[in-house]
């Protein structure tokens, strides 16, 4: 049951496809509309592209502009946004718990405590580009394929052992409770170490930062194809797991009596659960509230089994991710807000407000 639920959602199927077509049309609008937002706020290219204004030399520049950057941002925060949002689907379903996101398993202090250690190794990035920030120095290092490589491949690394030092330490997928637990300390222990390595590093303190707030700036064509490839196979192993998670909502003693095998498909959902987290974390650093928040708002208006919440979710995802980033570009243009920051606002706020709600109602009754 998703938390704060203040009435019966719609039961038909037709609610449901009704949704997921209204949602990925919102997703191919936003996509569109990102297009045309840039540093100094709403920015229309189009006319130069496609209206025959301007020079030879102006419509090649909004080309580049909008092909080379704009897009591939704004389509990459979809992406991360329905990997997060598939996660979150999946770890509210394998933990039987509404509050359970993405980042349970300690696949965020993982991805953090990789992005460190390499920030660390690289001396913070002060000192190699003539004394300029760290910050600075990310940015012109983050152009170079191979710098992108180490930062990206230590996230996901990261995020990836921490799995597996969860899996270790609950001694497998068998209790979840035992997981859950294992996931709570093992993202306290690595986060504790993150601390530790920025504190013997003070220069890559302003340069973590970025992937702490969770950005979208560096998002180009070969992270955002990076997402798509590995969200449709989640999106479709996960679809394909569903069935589980609708026994277990039932009980594991009647998930048991269906003649499913437990642990290994709950080892396959931990799996897509991490593959999805650690690519999403990797490429965007740590959003906060859209893996928590999408499925909730998918429970608020339709009932659906898993199957169908899986892609739901995902779809939710991907539009509050690209909505988020729109607004944060938007908002103080020209000056730009971390993405992450402007969710975790906007998922506290509506978070609190599904609790005030339901306390009212409560008292109502």
């Avoid at 038909?12 to 045309?36: E, I, N």
């Amino acid at each position: 049951m998703a938390l704060g639920t203040q009435a019966s959602p719609a039961h038909s199927p037709g609610w449901a496809r009704g949704l997921g077509a209204l949602l990925a049309l919102l997703g191919g609008l936003l996509v569109l509309l990102g297009t045309g937002v840039g540093s100094t706020g709403l920015e229309n290219l189009w006319p130069l592209l496609w209206g025959g204004q301007g020079d030879a030399a102006e419509r090649a520049m909004a080309l580049q502009i909008v092909w080379d950057i704009r897009l591939p941002r704004t389509l990459g925060a979809w992406a991360a946004g329905a990997l997060l949002g598939l996660a979150g689907a999946v770890a509210q379903g394998l933990f039987r718990n509404p509050l359970a996101d993405p980042y349970l398993l300690g696949s965020a202090s993982g991805a953090s405590l990789g992005v460190a250690t390499v920030l660390a190794l690289m001396g913070g990035g002060a000192g190699m580009v003539g004394g300029a920030s760290a910050a600075m120095a990310v940015s012109v290092y983050s152009s170079h394929w191979l710098v992108r490589l180490g930062l990206t491949g230590a996230a996901f690394a990261g995020a990836v052992l921490a799995v597996l030092l969860t899996l270790a330490l609950a001694r497998g997928v068998q209790h979840t409770l035992r997981l859950l637990l294992a996931g709570v300390v093992v993202g306290v222990v690595l986060g504790a170490c993150t601390s530790l390595i920025l504190l013997m590093s003070p220069d890559s303190l302003q340069a973590m930062q970025a992937f702490l707030l969770g950005s979208t700036g560096f998002v180009g064509w070969t992270s955002c194809l990076l997402m798509l490839a590995v969200w449709l196979p989640c999106l479709a192993a996960a679809w394909g797991l569903s069935r589980v998670l609708d026994a277990l909502a039932l009980g594991e003693s009647t998930a048991l009596s269906l003649g499913l095998r437990l642990a290994p498909l709950r080892a396959a959902l931990v799996a897509v659960l991490a593959l999805a987290t650690g690519t999403a974390v990797a490429q965007t650093g740590l959003i906060a509230f859209v893996g928590l928040a999408a499925p909730h708002l998918v429970r608020a208006a339709v009932n659906v089994t898993h199957g169908r919440l899986m892609l739901l979710a995902s779809l939710m995802g991907g539009a509050l991710l690209a909505g988020a980033d729109l607004l944060a570009r938007g908002l103080l243009a020209p000056q730009e807000l971390p993405v992450g920051v402007l969710t975790a606002v906007l998922g506290g706020g509506y978070l609190l407000w599904l609790m005030h709600r339901r306390t009212a109602t409560r008292g109502l009754l």
